[in-house]
């Protein structure tokens, strides 16, 4: 895996809905850069993504057959427009695009100035069409997002014993069906023959719940080692298409909890 060819793409300077920024490329030691970069998404279009990704497999057929094949296209071109925006502005890329298809894989590493240059992180990189239009994982390659942590380093809990796990499952009035079976079945049956790991579940699916589990745990002397979340998670457009996962309410309506509000808590 050390011998894969590795891309860096560092972005600075990025402000805007959809963004637009600079950015270096790093290839084997050398900088290049740096040059403008942009999002070429529509706030629209990033909703239509949504919604082909997350909503469009429950009801495959009529009417949303019909618009799931318009936005299948669109995201082909916007793969193609992806690529041919880096390439021009960095022709060092088809260095790294000949190697990785010599070693049969790579990696293309996002990473940002400053916290606030993470905006890019959330355009889906892994739509990118390289070459003669073949999609990054065709071709073995990993994409990483490497965000701006500046945290005190802990030592890990010993969790070869007991395994904590709070699960979140919320399913918010106003979202598509998430069938059940995906996850919280699949995660109980995997654990069966694990008496080692325990799963409770944080009823009702609001922040407020979630909050006051896991100060019980701690308090109680035993933390969890994991919080999985089991829902929707979209973006808010006027908030500079800000992550949010989708929680429920007290009357099990939608409550949107900001990424960096669910961070700071985590």
């Known amino acids: 895996m050390s011998d894969l060819p590795v891309l860096e793409l560092m972005f600075r300077e990025v402000a805007g809905s959809p963004w637009e920024g600079r950015a270096m490329v790093r290839l084997s030691g050398e900088e290049f850069g740096p040059f403008a970069v942009r999002e070429g998404m529509t706030a629209k279009e990033r909703d239509d993504v949504r919604w ?3 909503q469009f497999m429950d009801y495959p057929e009529g009417g949303n057959e019909k618009r799931a094949k318009q936005i299948e296209q669109r995201l082909e071109q916007y793969g193609l427009a992806l690529w041919d925006g ?25 990473r940002a100035q400053t916290p606030q240059d993470e905006v890019p992180f959330r355009s889906p990189w892994e739509l990118m069409r390289v070459g003669r239009g073949q999609l990054l994982h065709q071709l073995g390659v990993t994409i990483v997002r490497r965000g701006n942590v500046n945290l005190a380093g802990q030592t890990p809990a010993d969790t070869s014993q007991d395994l904590r796990v709070l699960a979140v499952v919320s399913r918010p009035d106003e979202e598509g069906f998430l069938d059940p079976r995906y996850t919280p079945e699949a995660i109980l049956e995997a654990l069966a023959d694990r008496p080692e790991v325990s799963v409770d579940f944080c009823r009702p699916a609001t ?18 080692h994991v919080v999985h979340f089991d829902g929707h998670g979209t973006t808010i457009p006027h908030e500079a298409g800000i992550g949010a996962l989708c929680f429920e309410k007290d009357d099990g309506r939608l409550d949107l909890v900001r990424a960096d509000q669910f961070g700071d808590l985590m």
Do not use: F
């Open 52 to 54: 082909y990704v997350e």
């Open 86 to 110: 880096l390439q021009q502005q960095a022709p060092q890329l088809h260095q790294w695009l000949g190697h990785v298809q010599q070693t049969g894989g790579g990696r293309l590493e996002l």
């Open 207 to 224: 922040l407020k719940a979630l909050v006051a589990a896991l100060e019980k745990a701690k308090d109680d002397g035993r933390p969890y």
